[in-house]
């Protein structure tokens, strides 16, 4: 170790110095998070995702097709 780490770790107790050592190894060597991707029809998070519509609004991460804010129109005759 090196620099003020080595400092303020040496002056640790020896079990505390080699739980402290075992801790910032984990930490220094531990695996990469994953990357993040998507497909071309929708987002990459690499986190929580919040989507909230509000007074009658659309939210959405990803719309196919169309948005419509009017009420649909009624059935035909046919179907009741």
């Known amino acids: 170790m090196a620099g003020p780490l080595r400092g303020a770790v040496g002056e640790l107790p ?3 110095r080699d739980r402290g ?17 998507a ?3 929708g987002p990459s998070v690499g986190g929580d ?9 659309i939210a959405a991460a990803v719309i196919h097709g169309g948005a419509h804010l009017s009420p649909p129109p009624p059935p035909a005759p046919s179907q009741g």
């Open 14 to 16: 020896d079990d505390q």
């Open 49 to 57: 995702l919040h989507v909230r519509a509000e007074h009658g609004s």
């Open 21 to 37: 050592a075992e801790e910032l190894r984990a930490l220094l060597y531990a695996p990469a998070a994953p990357r993040v991707s």
């Open 39 to 41: 497909g071309d029809a």
